[in-house]
């Protein structure tokens, strides 16, 4: 799928080095086709990262994709100049009258933090509200999933004796549901969190159905019966290395962090992770363009509503 984007946006550069296709904005005004309009709320502090593992997921089909980022209004970045935001990401005041075919929510390092304690909660409620009239499917992923299911219906997260980091077993416990379509029935993914939900509290919401967990990492993908929202406690857009640098960034700060399960050979830091999730990862996003937004969305995307 060609990805469309800014020509000067630095994940071009890497994305084209790995034989993605990506296409300037104004190639794409060439062709006469409607784009899938996609918004990324990009809360990772590692901007530039986040965004080149999400855009090399959505880079796997034969469908035209429209990129647009978001960054929080309301929250100063510490690790991304401004002059980069102002170039390449627009505020919630700047898109909320446009509708978009989907959106993605990305995880944030505040998970240990009350919901109501993080600065933007309040702007992020306001686009999580904003997204069931304005988005036909919303992807939650890690704490952007645990903020979903508590603003969306009330499930709490509760904190871990000690952070889930590795890459675990998963099993498939919906194979029919499209978004699994063609998943193993067991298949490794990546999660790196303090906190979790739990599944009596998602059970009691018949409109919500979990779709893959794993007995160490829990209930991994949960989905709304319509599909218009999707949430995913791992992070399946992780690359090989992403583990790893978090794992040297804990050492170095002194904070004595627990080897990630499952993922260094020998649990051995200085050899090269496996990459055992690449495939399911590329599958499931693959799956929800297709299943969930291309093949529902209305094509005058102006149609979209709650």
Same mark, same amino acid.
């Given at each position: 799928?060609?990805?469309?984007?800014?020509?000067?946006?630095?994940?071009?550069?890497?994305?084209?080095?790995?034989?993605?296709?990506?296409?300037?904005?104004?190639?794409?005004?060439?062709?006469?086709?409607?784009?899938?309009?996609?918004?990324?709320?990009?809360?990772?502090?590692?901007?530039?990262?986040?965004?080149?593992?999400?855009?090399?997921?959505?880079?796997?089909?034969?469908?035209?994709?429209?990129?647009?980022?978001?960054?929080?209004?309301?929250?100063? *970045?510490? +690790? /991304?100049? %401004?002059?980069?935001?102002?170039?390449?990401?627009?505020?919630?005041? !700047? =898109?909320?009258? #446009?509708?978009?075919?989907?959106?993605?929510?990305?995880?944030?390092?505040?998970?240990?933090?009350?919901?109501?304690?993080?600065?933007?909660?309040?702007?992020?409620?306001?686009?999580?509200?904003?997204?069931?009239?304005?988005?036909?499917?919303?992807?939650?992923?890690?704490?952007?999933?645990?903020?979903?299911?508590?603003?969306?219906?009330?499930?709490?997260?509760?904190?871990?004796?000690?952070?889930?980091?590795?890459?675990?077993?998963?099993?498939?416990?919906?194979?029919?549901?499209?978004?699994?379509?063609?998943?193993?029935?067991?298949?490794?993914?990546?999660? *790196?969190? +303090? /906190?979790? %939900?739990?599944?009596?509290?998602?059970?009691?919401?018949?409109?919500? !159905? =979990?779709?893959? #967990?794993?007995?160490?990492?829990?209930?991994?993908?949960?989905?709304?019966?319509?599909?218009?929202?999707?949430?995913?406690?791992?992070?399946?857009?992780?690359?090989?290395?992403?583990?790893?640098?978090?794992?040297?960034?804990?050492?170095?700060?002194?904070?004595?962090?627990?080897?990630?399960?499952?993922?260094?050979?020998?649990?051995?830091?200085?050899?090269?992770?496996?990459?055992?999730?690449?495939?399911?990862?590329?599958?499931?996003?693959?799956?929800?363009?297709?299943?969930?937004?291309?093949?529902?969305?209305?094509?005058?995307?102006?149609?979209?509503?709650?």
């Amino acid at each position: 799928m060609p990805i469309k984007i800014q020509a000067s946006l630095p994940a071009v550069q890497i994305l084209e080095s790995e034989n993605v296709f990506v296409m300037t904005h104004e190639r794409a005004a060439m062709q006469d086709i409607r784009p899938l309009k996609i918004v990324i709320l990009n809360l990772m502090p590692t901007k530039v990262e986040t965004e080149t593992q999400l855009l090399r997921l959505l880079s796997n089909t034969p469908l035209q994709v429209d990129v647009i980022l978001m960054q929080m209004a309301t929250h100063q *970045s510490k +690790n /991304t100049p %401004v002059s980069y935001l102002k170039t390449f990401y627009k505020t919630f005041d !700047e =898109i909320k009258d #446009e509708k978009f075919d989907g959106m993605i929510i990305t995880g944030a390092p505040v998970e240990k933090l009350d919901f109501e304690k993080v600065d933007y909660w309040p702007e992020l409620c306001k686009i999580m509200a904003w997204s069931r009239r304005n988005v036909y499917s919303t992807m939650h992923i890690c704490w952007g999933a645990q903020a979903g299911l508590y603003f969306h219906y009330g499930i709490p997260k509760y904190l871990l004796p000690q952070k889930i980091s590795g890459i675990f077993r998963h099993r498939v416990i919906s194979p029919l549901h499209p978004l699994v379509r063609g998943f193993d029935d067991d298949f490794w993914a990546p999660h *790196s969190r +303090n /906190t979790e %939900v739990r599944r009596e509290d998602i059970e009691r919401h018949p409109e919500l !159905e =979990i779709l893959t #967990e794993s007995n160490a990492a829990g209930v991994h993908i949960i989905a709304t019966k319509n599909g218009r929202q999707i949430f995913v406690t791992g992070h399946e857009e992780y690359d090989r290395n992403t583990l790893k640098k978090e794992y040297l960034r804990d050492v170095k700060k002194g904070l004595h962090p627990m080897m990630p399960q499952n993922y260094f050979p020998n649990d051995d830091p200085t050899q090269e992770p496996p990459f055992t999730w690449r495939s399911h990862a590329f599958l499931m996003f693959s799956n929800w363009l297709n299943y969930f937004v291309y093949q529902n969305t209305p094509y005058e995307i102006r149609d979209i509503s709650e």
